[in-house]
């Protein structure tokens, strides 16, 4: 019976799987057009997936472990079962071979099963939940019928009362694993997610590699949409990599919006995607809901949409968008590589250019960046009374030098203002050939970016660009991360190809260098706060805490640090659009500093320094970098000199 039955049951669920790819495929046809290398993504998905990815699912050894047996496991074993039991090849070296790969999934499956009876908040539960009982069905019911294959048992086993029951325990699990990978289900992460792997939008991100910057649109292109309004105006890999999520609520877990209570949960926001694309509701969604103030979450159920209509007040609400403050710790984690960021970003682009529909004081501060060249609305003729008694080079009057020391528009802050002078007196102190580009220099664009005013940030990034191709420098140094990410990784988009550091690398190589002499830190106890935009946007965790090293300082480090740091809350314009939570995530990340006992915190970013000063008192004082080590720097002493009298006195003979 058996024998019969298993070739009908595979090949009929290989028809459908089928089907289910192509409408699969048809699903995300609708986004539109981007180019990828079709060929080459799929030879080089088998590394990504063993490789790149694992180094994300690494991080967790018990889940990378079960990953590996089950999903290993069953992909060994549906290729065997095809084989021996779709088309008949009863070879007992293939028999044998199918019974240890049903067993490793056995074995995996039975993990997966443990964590189900009490899972974490962050996972979702729903058809999830039914997931490990029907991997168990397939690899027992395998595992059984490929017994009298690999000659363990004879060939009428158990009669016609077995071979039924296994024929079910055989048609659930294939069920889930054919059907549920392409027409829906807890397995469709494994078809889509493969895929999502091979045409990933980021190539740049496999092999070691790190791609962050903001892909630019093309604002010349009367036919693009400015941004996304509807599912469809993402590119079609973009709708293929939200229906690679697994739904593991490793994004939800790091959020730092969602701790605090904002009305955003990354993995909701994915999901909501999802719907859009395949169209219908948000009711079968059984995870976390977006947080409410009034503690009772969103409802779920209430939001649907379609591939052809509006996100925005269907899907999502906008306040959802606007509480992400890009830091990209969902990135980080997501053992998919689902770029959540890039697709927020895609949607505020859309409400700010189309819409004119940024909240808050995100309007006026547009205003002020294409007025004054500056968030604040600051007189543009102020951005040097900082350093009025510094006696600055101006690029202008030099035309070269070594380093181009980018301010960014903390010189219109007066904290910021003394890291500026501190950083200036190690530049001298180093005697670096520096200069700055004085009231040349505008924003960098970084904050009109993030808010979705792509034609203002590009209006910024040009005239940069052009002001810099007048004059020779050998690298850009800044102590603004921001600054530092935009020149160095979405200007080179617009012809703007630079070396730009950040001042704590830079310093970090004065000292190893000897250029810089410094002596020890006298003071207190200190931690450090990896600025986002420094450590996960562009993988800057080690100069740092080599400079505090030099300091002689011991480094008391957060739980939360280096790639898991939690976001002090002011990237992404954040603090502009001010979505209010049931908490302000500086006072979490505060809390995280607290618990080290701490009585100094070291930052290298004035968005931080500036959102932790914000801080209530009492609280450890906070400095950055560049203000300890001009507090430690060991002044050059002059020579002494030799007075007329003592040339005189005659040396004494021993």
């Given at each position: 019976?058996?024998?019969?039955?298993?070739?009908?049951?595979?090949?009929?669920?290989?028809?459908?799987?089928?089907?289910?790819?192509?409408?699969?495929?048809?699903?995300?046809?609708?986004?539109?057009?981007?180019?990828?290398?079709?060929?080459?993504?799929?030879?080089?998905?088998?590394?990504?997936?063993?490789?790149?990815?694992?180094?994300?699912?690494?991080?967790?050894?018990?889940?990378?472990?079960?990953?590996?047996?089950?999903?290993?496991?069953?992909?060994?074993?549906?290729?065997?079962?095809?084989?021996?039991?779709?088309?008949?090849?009863?070879?007992?070296?293939?028999?044998?071979?199918?019974?240890?790969?049903?067993?490793?999934?056995?074995?995996?499956?039975?993990?997966?099963?443990?964590?189900?009876?009490?899972?974490?908040?962050?996972?979702?539960?729903?058809?999830?939940?039914?997931?490990?009982?029907?991997?168990?069905?397939?690899?027992?019911?395998?595992?059984?019928?490929?017994?009298?294959?690999?000659?363990?048992?004879?060939?009428?086993?158990?009669?016609?009362?077995?071979?039924?029951?296994?024929?079910?325990?055989?048609?659930?699990?294939?069920?889930e694993l054919f059907l549920g990978m392409t027409w829906g289900g807890p397995m469709k992460h494994a078809f889509a997610g493969a895929l999502h792997l091979a045409w990933h939008r980021r190539a740049e991100r496999f092999g070691g590699g790190r791609s962050t910057g903001l892909k630019p649109l093309d604002l010349a292109d009367s036919t693009a949409p400015l941004g996304v309004e509807k599912p469809e105006d993402f590119t079609w890999n973009q709708l293929l990599g939200f229906d690679a999520c697994v739904q593991c609520g490793k994004c939800e877990a790091a959020c730092p919006a969602f701790a605090a209570g904002q009305p955003l949960n990354p993995k909701k926001l994915i999901q909501d995607m999802v719907v859009g694309l395949a169209g219908g509701t948000d009711a079968t969604y059984a995870g976390?809901?977006?947080?409410?103030?009034?503690?009772?979450?969103?409802?779920?159920?209430?939001?649907?949409?379609?591939?052809?209509?509006?996100?925005?007040?269907?899907?999502?609400?906008?306040?959802?968008?606007?509480?992400?403050?890009?830091?990209?710790?969902?990135?980080?984690?997501?053992?998919?590589?689902?770029?959540?960021?890039?697709?927020?970003?895609?949607?505020?682009?859309?409400?700010?250019?189309?819409?004119?529909?940024?909240?808050?004081?995100?309007?006026?501060?547009?205003?002020?960046?294409?007025?004054?060249?500056?968030?604040?609305?600051?007189?543009?003729?102020?951005?040097?009374?900082?350093?009025?008694?510094?006696?600055?080079?101006?690029?202008?009057?030099?035309?070269?030098?070594?380093?181009?020391?980018?301010?960014?528009?903390?010189?219109?802050?007066?904290?910021?203002?003394?890291?500026?002078?501190?950083?200036?007196?190690?530049?001298?102190?180093?005697?670096?050939?520096?200069?700055?580009?004085?009231?040349?220099?505008?924003?960098?664009?970084?904050?009109?970016?993030?808010?979705?005013?792509?034609?203002?940030?590009?209006?910024?990034?040009?005239?940069?660009?052009?002001?810099?191709?007048?004059?020779?420098?050998?690298?850009?140094?800044?102590?603004?991360?921001?600054?530092?990410?935009?020149?160095?990784?979405?200007?080179?988009?617009?012809?703007?190809?630079?070396?730009?550091?950040?001042?704590?690398?830079?310093?970090?190589?004065?000292?190893?260098?000897?250029?810089?002499?410094?002596?020890?830190?006298?003071?207190?106890?200190?931690?450090?706060?990896?600025?986002?935009?420094?450590?996960?946007?562009?993988?800057?965790?080690?100069?740092?805490?080599?400079?505090?090293?030099?300091?002689?300082?011991?480094?008391?480090?957060?739980?939360?640090?280096?790639?898991?740091?939690?976001?002090?809350?002011?990237?992404?314009?954040?603090?502009?659009?001010?979505?209010?939570?049931?908490?302000?995530?500086?006072?979490?990340?505060?809390?995280?500093?607290?618990?080290?006992?701490?009585?100094?915190?070291?930052?290298?970013?004035?968005?931080?320094?500036?959102?932790?000063?914000?801080?209530?008192?009492?609280?450890?004082?906070?400095?950055?970098?560049?203000?300890?080590?001009?507090?430690?720097?060991?002044?050059?002493?002059?020579?002494?000199?030799?007075?007329?009298?003592?040339?005189?006195?005659?040396?004494?003979?021993?």
């Amino acid at each position: 019976m058996l024998n019969t039955l298993l070739p009908i049951l595979l090949f009929a669920a290989l028809a459908l799987a089928v089907l289910g790819v192509w409408r699969r495929v048809n699903l995300w046809r609708n986004g539109r057009a981007s180019k990828v290398d079709l060929l080459g993504g799929l030879l080089a998905m088998p590394k990504r997936y063993l490789v790149d990815l694992h180094h994300v699912v690494g991080r967790d050894k018990y889940i990378a472990n079960t990953h590996v047996a089950t999903a290993g496991g069953a992909a060994a074993s549906i290729l065997l079962a095809i084989l021996v039991h779709g088309f008949g090849l009863h070879n007992r070296v293939l028999g044998y071979a199918l019974l240890l790969t049903t067993l490793v999934m056995f074995i995996g499956a039975i993990f997966i099963y443990r964590r189900r009876i009490n899972p974490p908040a962050r996972l979702s539960k729903g058809p999830w939940m039914r997931l490990p009982k029907s991997l168990l069905a397939f690899s027992v019911s395998f595992f059984l019928v490929t017994l009298p294959v690999a000659g363990i048992l004879p060939q009428d086993f158990g009669g016609w009362l077995l071979a039924g029951i296994l024929a079910l325990g055989v048609a659930w699990g294939v069920s889930e694993l054919f059907l549920g990978m392409t027409w829906g289900g807890p397995m469709k992460h494994a078809f889509a997610g493969a895929l999502h792997l091979a045409w990933h939008r980021r190539a740049e991100r496999f092999g070691g590699g790190r791609s962050t910057g903001l892909k630019p649109l093309d604002l010349a292109d009367s036919t693009a949409p400015l941004g996304v309004e509807k599912p469809e105006d993402f590119t079609w890999n973009q709708l293929l990599g939200f229906d690679a999520c697994v739904q593991c609520g490793k994004c939800e877990a790091a959020c730092p919006a969602f701790a605090a209570g904002q009305p955003l949960n990354p993995k909701k926001l994915i999901q909501d995607m999802v719907v859009g694309l395949a169209g219908g509701t948000d009711a079968t969604y059984a995870g976390s809901p977006y947080p409410s103030l009034d503690g009772k979450g969103r409802p779920i159920g209430v939001h649907g949409g379609h591939p052809h209509q509006p996100i925005v007040n269907g899907l999502v609400e906008a306040e959802t968008l606007w509480s992400c403050t890009t830091c990209r710790a969902c990135v980080e984690e997501c053992p998919m590589m689902i770029e959540h960021v890039d697709a927020i970003v895609d949607m505020r682009r859309h409400l700010t250019l189309e819409k004119g529909a940024t909240p808050n004081k995100g309007a006026e501060v547009l205003d002020n960046l294409i007025a004054t060249d500056n968030p604040g609305g600051f007189a543009p003729g102020g951005r040097m009374n900082w350093a009025a008694d510094l006696n600055l080079s101006l690029m202008s009057d030099k035309k070269t030098a070594d380093v181009l020391f980018w301010v960014g528009d903390g010189a219109f802050d007066m904290r910021n203002q003394r890291t500026l002078r501190a950083f200036v007196k190690v530049l001298k102190a180093a005697k670096v050939d520096f200069a700055v580009l004085g009231l040349e220099e505008r924003d960098s664009g970084d904050v009109a970016r993030r808010l979705g005013d792509e034609a203002t940030f590009q209006m910024l990034a040009r005239r940069n660009i052009q002001t810099l191709s007048r004059y020779s420098f050998k690298r850009i140094v800044t102590c603004d991360p921001h600054s530092f990410h935009v020149l160095k990784n979405e200007y080179g988009a617009f012809d703007g190809n630079y070396l730009v550091q950040h001042h704590s690398t830079f310093m970090a190589e004065l000292v190893e260098g000897g250029a810089l002499k410094v002596g020890q830190h006298k003071g207190t106890s200190v931690t450090y706060h990896d600025p986002c935009y420094l450590g996960r946007y562009n993988g800057e965790y080690e100069a740092p805490r080599q400079v505090l090293r030099a300091l002689g300082i011991d480094i008391k480090e957060m739980q939360r640090s280096g790639f898991r740091s939690r976001c002090c809350g002011g990237g992404g314009g954040a603090p502009i659009t001010d979505i209010p939570g049931k908490q302000r995530i500086p006072d979490m990340r505060m809390e995280d500093i607290r618990e080290t006992g701490a009585e100094l915190v070291a930052v290298g970013c004035p968005q931080c320094t500036a959102m932790l000063e914000g801080v209530v008192e009492p609280r450890p004082l906070i400095k950055d970098i560049a203000e300890l080590v001009a507090d430690a720097l060991i002044e050059e002493q002059p020579a002494p000199t030799v007075t007329a009298q003592a040339q005189r006195e005659p040396a004494e003979v021993l």
